[in-house]
């Protein structure tokens, strides 16, 4: 083995442990993985998001220098971590630590329509904005 493909190696195992790192912190700020010290369950949708969005600069800034498997690592991490957000927003105000509870004005919360089940054969796409 040479040199320069143990150094290759070793880059692609920081730069998976890194996206990793990145994502497992953003998933316990969406309150998906319990706090390793607390064991309880933590929410800070802002400091996710920052998680996300450096994930996100990430992809951008090594477009087309990744290898398949760290850009497929990257962007099934960012798939996981947009869902969870979309999810984190919309979950009830019974999950939502005291400080997003009383941002909201009280009273009840209407649902949203589901949306109507495609035609067989259509695919629906869902596109993200940063609007989380």
Known sequence: MSNQTTTDEMQSALFAQLVMQQ???AMMLLGKVPHPE??????DL??????????????????????QQESGLLKQSLVS??????EAVESPAGDKPAAATQAQS?????PKPEP??????EESHKKFSKKY
């Open 23 to 25: 994502a497992n912190l």
């Open 46 to 67: 802002e400091a996710a998001r920052l998680f996300i969005d450096q994930l996100e600069m990430l992809e951008a800034k090594t477009k087309g220098n990744l290898t």
């Open 38 to 43: 607390t064991g309880q369950p933590a929410k």
């Open 116 to 121: 109507a089940p495609s035609a067989p054969g």
């Open 81 to 86: 971590l947009r869902l969870a957000f979309v």
């Open 106 to 110: 009280p009273g009840p919360q209407t």
